[in-house]
């Protein structure tokens, strides 16, 4: 759940990555799993007959123009980054990006949900998986992009990353990435969803590029790349909610901009940046953004009258989503293949995290298509709460239809009042 998201980039316009993805050279991304992601060792060392960089660099910008249709309003030079500098770099974005505050809310409503265990730091946790996987990014904000080389060498991966992040500086430079709105700290769901159609463009290119420029030896070394043990590891020790936020916009982003390629070509892409997708529905189910089906508008109830009592206060809300709704039951014990079925009726959602007396307390309120979407969520959202060992309960009630959820150290004290 990209709650107030501290990971790259909590504004969708200051921090725009490159992941090699295993498979990314293909048209059809592969589902998201925990299986999918690594940064690439070093590359094999260019020949001294090889072009100099800058050269290389102008030749990929040229074909990516082609490919896009669009042209730069500014020329920003790309600065080749050892993994060192990477990490310094991820570490003062970071920090810069994320307040105090917002990365408390974020590690308490993961914490709580059982999504991160007890004493988790987010910030390490995210460094730590950014610093394995990351092979470029574009910041707007500064007007910077960086390609990681391992070796300091240029070879097919830095030339996919750059391809890659040319094109985020395509789309700044075009559509203005601040105009999507996707800093708000409190519509996690609909920033995640927009960060999926942004890569999901830049993995289109990327991977027409790759396939038009490289010959067989170097998609053989880009394919070895991707799948380096070292980074795989760490990608499979991460929670499974950095996980399936980090590829996300990668490996589902790009199936759905694929479909809106096949409907009208890069022009209906540009038309998707003046109308973005709201929710990972939408990104999970392009028909449903086809439809314009937007998030139902989900408020949570009053629980107490008039006012909260003495030592409760309201921390903050947020929007799960489909996607992290489906990974929580997931990492509650309940099958990937339940899980998805369980999410996929998701209507909308809104959550409110409180400190209460005895810690942290949160309750979430999910609306549903229909009355049998609710049923399964609701069945499911109570073997996830078992299985995760939460304090807490779940209710499903046929108006709207809702199912509620209320999970943390105080979780009784809202059931009797609520869940009546």
């Not at 940064?39 to 102008?58: F, K, N, Q, T």
């Not at 107490?304 to 929580?328: C, N, S, V, Y």
Request: hydrophobic share 40%; proline share 8%.
């Amino acid at each position: 759940m990209p709650i107030r998201r501290p990971a790259p980039p909590r504004r969708l316009a200051a921090w725009l990555a490159a992941v090699l993805v295993a498979g990314a050279c293909s048209p059809t991304a592969p589902s998201p799993g925990p299986t999918a992601t690594a940064l690439p060792p070093p590359s094999p060392s260019p020949a001294a007959s090889r072009p100099p960089a800058a050269e290389v660099y102008a030749a990929i910008r040229n074909d990516v123009e082609a490919i896009r249709g669009l042209q730069p309003t500014e020329a920003v030079d790309p600065v080749t980054i050892d993994e060192a500098q990477l990490r310094k770099n991820l570490t003062a974005e970071f920090d810069a990006e994320t307040t105090a505050s917002d990365l408390k809310f974020s590690e308490n409503v993961l914490i709580t949900l059982g999504l991160l265990p007890a004493g988790s730091s987010l910030r390490e946790l995210t460094l730590d998986l950014q610093g394995s996987q990351v092979a470029g990014y574009y910041s707007p904000d500064k007007n910077q992009l960086f390609v990681v080389s391992r070796s300091g060498g240029l070879g097919p991966a830095e030339e996919v990353t750059y391809s890659h992040e040319f094109t985020h500086q395509l789309q700044d430079q075009t559509f203005n990435l601040d105009k999507l709105g996707a800093d708000a700290t409190n519509q996690s769901d609909r920033a995640l969803a927009q960060l999926a159609l942004v890569e999901g463009d830049a993995v289109s290119v990327q991977n027409r590029w790759t396939t038009a420029n490289l010959t067989p030896e170097e998609m053989g070394q880009l394919l070895s790349a991707s799948l380096d043990p070292k980074a795989l590891e760490a990608l499979q020790n991460a929670p499974a909610y950095l996980r399936d936020t980090s590829l996300f916009p990668y490996l589902r982003g790009n199936p759905f901009v694929e479909t809106i390629i096949a409907s009208g070509g890069y022009k209906a892409v540009d038309a998707a940046f003046a109308d973005p997708p709201v929710s990972t529905e939408q990104i999970l189910h392009p028909e449903k953004y086809a439809a314009g089906e937007a998030p139902k508008v989900v408020k949570i109830p009053t629980l107490f009258d008039p006012a909260l009592p003495r030592g409760w206060k309201a921390m903050g809300q947020d929007t799960l989503g489909e996607l992290i709704l489906r990974t929580w039951l997931v990492q509650g014990g309940v099958a990937s293949a339940q899980a998805t079925t369980a999410a996929a009726g998701w209507g909308g959602d809104r959550l409110e995290l409180y400190a209460s007396p005895n810690g942290i307390t949160l309750l979430l309120v999910t609306q549903w298509d229909g009355l049998s979407d609710a049923s399964e969520f609701a069945v499911a959202a109570k073997a996830a709460v078992q299985g995760l060992g939460l304090k807490g309960d779940v209710v499903f009630r046929e108006e709207a239809p809702t199912v509620y959820v209320a999970v943390g150290d105080d979780a009784g004290v809202i059931t009797p009042r609520f869940f009546r």
